[in-house]
């Protein structure tokens, strides 16, 4: 493999027959060698979780264009440990997570496996950014990809700071249409009400995910307000969650942590006085 292109490594949530992935690995081989390291079947939702207490499997597999790309039974996490630390043979330029089906805004990210695409790249020290649609139906996969190109050229000509990494979303229209790309942080985007009770044909109660609707706030300079006013949102994440305003705050704890300490000298030492 020549170091004269930049090593892209792709991975995704919907899995490695996914279209969104396909077109994606389209556009970035225009610019570098690309390695798909993907789940053998989709995985939305799952998070950041990783495989532990069973065997990984990773298989070679043609896709459609007729390139190799490996299906691994693990999650996403797992695919870009595999890919960056064994498959890759060295420490991947860019690591991208998507094309994802479905935006990935707000409280999204917190569930979201391709998300967790480019959250492990950043733990791994990898420049990396996920890229996700914001529709369902009849989904502009194109538009994403020329986005992701042009994000990924932008990308490998800087340095991120460690632990950084980009989350994307992608208006679902034609590049002609999109208003432009904005900077932003992260929006108000909730789930709200509770699961569908149903009864399976046993007699037995249930439940089904998916009944809850979302409840979102269409801010101008978050993610959800950019993208619902037709731009493509660009929001910096880091992998450290820390709130540091609150931690002096909270200091005074650590003083009256002690006092719990004492109170149980006192009861060992009367304890032992008794007997």
């Known amino acids: 493999m020549s170091r004269k292109r930049p090593l892209i490594l792709l991975s995704n949530d919907d899995g490695v027959h996914a279209q969104g992935l396909l077109h994606l690995k389209r556009a970035m081989k225009a610019i570098g060698e690309v390695i798909v390291v993907a789940p053998d079947r989709p995985r939305s939702s799952c998070s950041h979780s990783i495989t532990l207490h069973k065997p990984l499997r990773v298989f070679e597999w043609r896709d459609e264009d007729g390139d190799i790309v490996y299906a691994c039974n693990g999650m996403p996490a797992d695919c870009v440990i595999l890919g960056i630390r064994v498959l890759c043979g060295q420490m991947p330029d860019l690591v991208i997570g998507g094309i994802n089906d479905g935006p990935n805004l707000g409280d999204d990210i917190i569930y979201s496996g391709t998300v967790a695409v480019a959250r492990e790249a950043a733990l791994e020290g990898c420049k990396a950014f996920a890229i996700s649609v914001a529709g369902f139906e009849n989904i502009h996969y194109e538009t994403a990809a020329l986005v992701a190109k042009w994000l990924a050229k ?122």
């Open 154 to 275: 932008q990308l490998l000509k800087i340095e991120l700071p460690r632990g950084v990494f980009l989350n994307v979303n992608v208006p679902n229209l034609p590049l002609e249409q999109l208003k432009g790309l904005k900077i932003t942080k992260r929006g108000f985007k909730h789930y709200v009400g509770p699961p569908e009770k149903r009864v399976d044909p046993q007699g037995r109660v249930y439940f089904w995910r998916g009944a809850e609707r979302p409840v979102s706030e269409n801010l101008p300079g978050t993610d959800v307000g950019e993208v619902t006013a037709g731009f493509v949102s660009v929001t910096p994440l880091h992998v450290d969650t820390t709130f540091a305003p609150l931690i002096e705050e909270l200091r005074g704890w650590e003083l009256s942590f002690g006092d719990l300490a004492e109170i149980s000298n006192k009861r060992r030492r009367a304890k032992t006085h008794r007997t």
